[in-house]
């Protein structure tokens, strides 16, 4: 650490890792001050000019122009692109992020990793490998080709048609798809989920079962 980082810490309150590091989710503004080991800004804006400090802002920056690029997803996802006006937002440091996600960008990134946040970085690191063994590629939301109604659908599928594989006695299999659809993603237009339920649908036309005949 060199004497600005120290004088730095001396200054500022420490990092409270154990707080933290119990949160679901940080903005990149508490990840950066975790990163330089700090708990918050500094109210004499002299301290400002200390070279750490200026670093803040440098990481704030990467990141946000990762957020803008989707290197570092945002917490909730977001369904549509950022608009490059977010770069200039000067709220978008607030932006939440997942903790495994910013300790994974960071790293990637070359930043210094403090040691109390090792373990949140070990977990993601374990679980992005699980994810690359076990998750097939059309899964798999940084692949080019990533279908997200494809996802759904397979969702769908496990969640409906493998649970119950007998048919209904009342209504159809594909009204079921279209339920579930309608409860687990309304943010889906219409089309959308009539493509999903076709697709999936063993039944071909959708229609309610006919009577066996006697």
């Known amino acids: 650490m060199n004497g600005a980082s120290e004088l730095l810490i001396k200054i500022l309150k420490p990092a409270n890792y154990d707080l933290w590091c119990k949160a679901d989710t940080w903005t990149i503004q508490r990840g950066v001050l975790l990163l330089l080991g700090v708990e918050d800004f500094p109210e004499n804006k002299k301290i400002l000019s200390i070279p750490s400090m200026a670093a803040f802002w440098d990481i704030v920056t990467i990141a946000k122009s990762s957020v803008l690029t989707g290197n570092l997803p945002t917490f909730p996802p977001r369904e549509k692109p950022l608009v490059p006006e977010f770069f200039s937002n000067e709220d978008g440091h607030k932006t939440s992020v997942l903790p495994k996600e910013f300790i994974m960008w960071a790293r990637s990134k070359g930043y210094e990793i403090q040691p109390q ?25 940084n692949n080019p080709m990533f279908s997200r109604e494809l996802s759904i659908a397979i969702d769908a599928w496990e969640q409906v048609l493998s649970s119950n594989p007998s048919k ?15 409860v687990n993603h309304r943010e889906l237009d219409k089309s959308q989920k009539e493509r999903i339920a076709v697709m999936i649908n063993p039944d071909g036309n959708g229609g309610t079962p006919k009577t066996p005949a006697s």
């Open 168 to 182: 209904p006695k009342t209504g159809s299999r594909k009204a079921l798809i279209l339920k579930w659809l309608e």
């Open 117 to 141: 946040l090792e373990l949140i970085g070990s977990v993601a690191q374990a679980e992005q490998l699980t994810n690359a063994i076990t998750k097939p590629a059309y899964l798999d939301e």
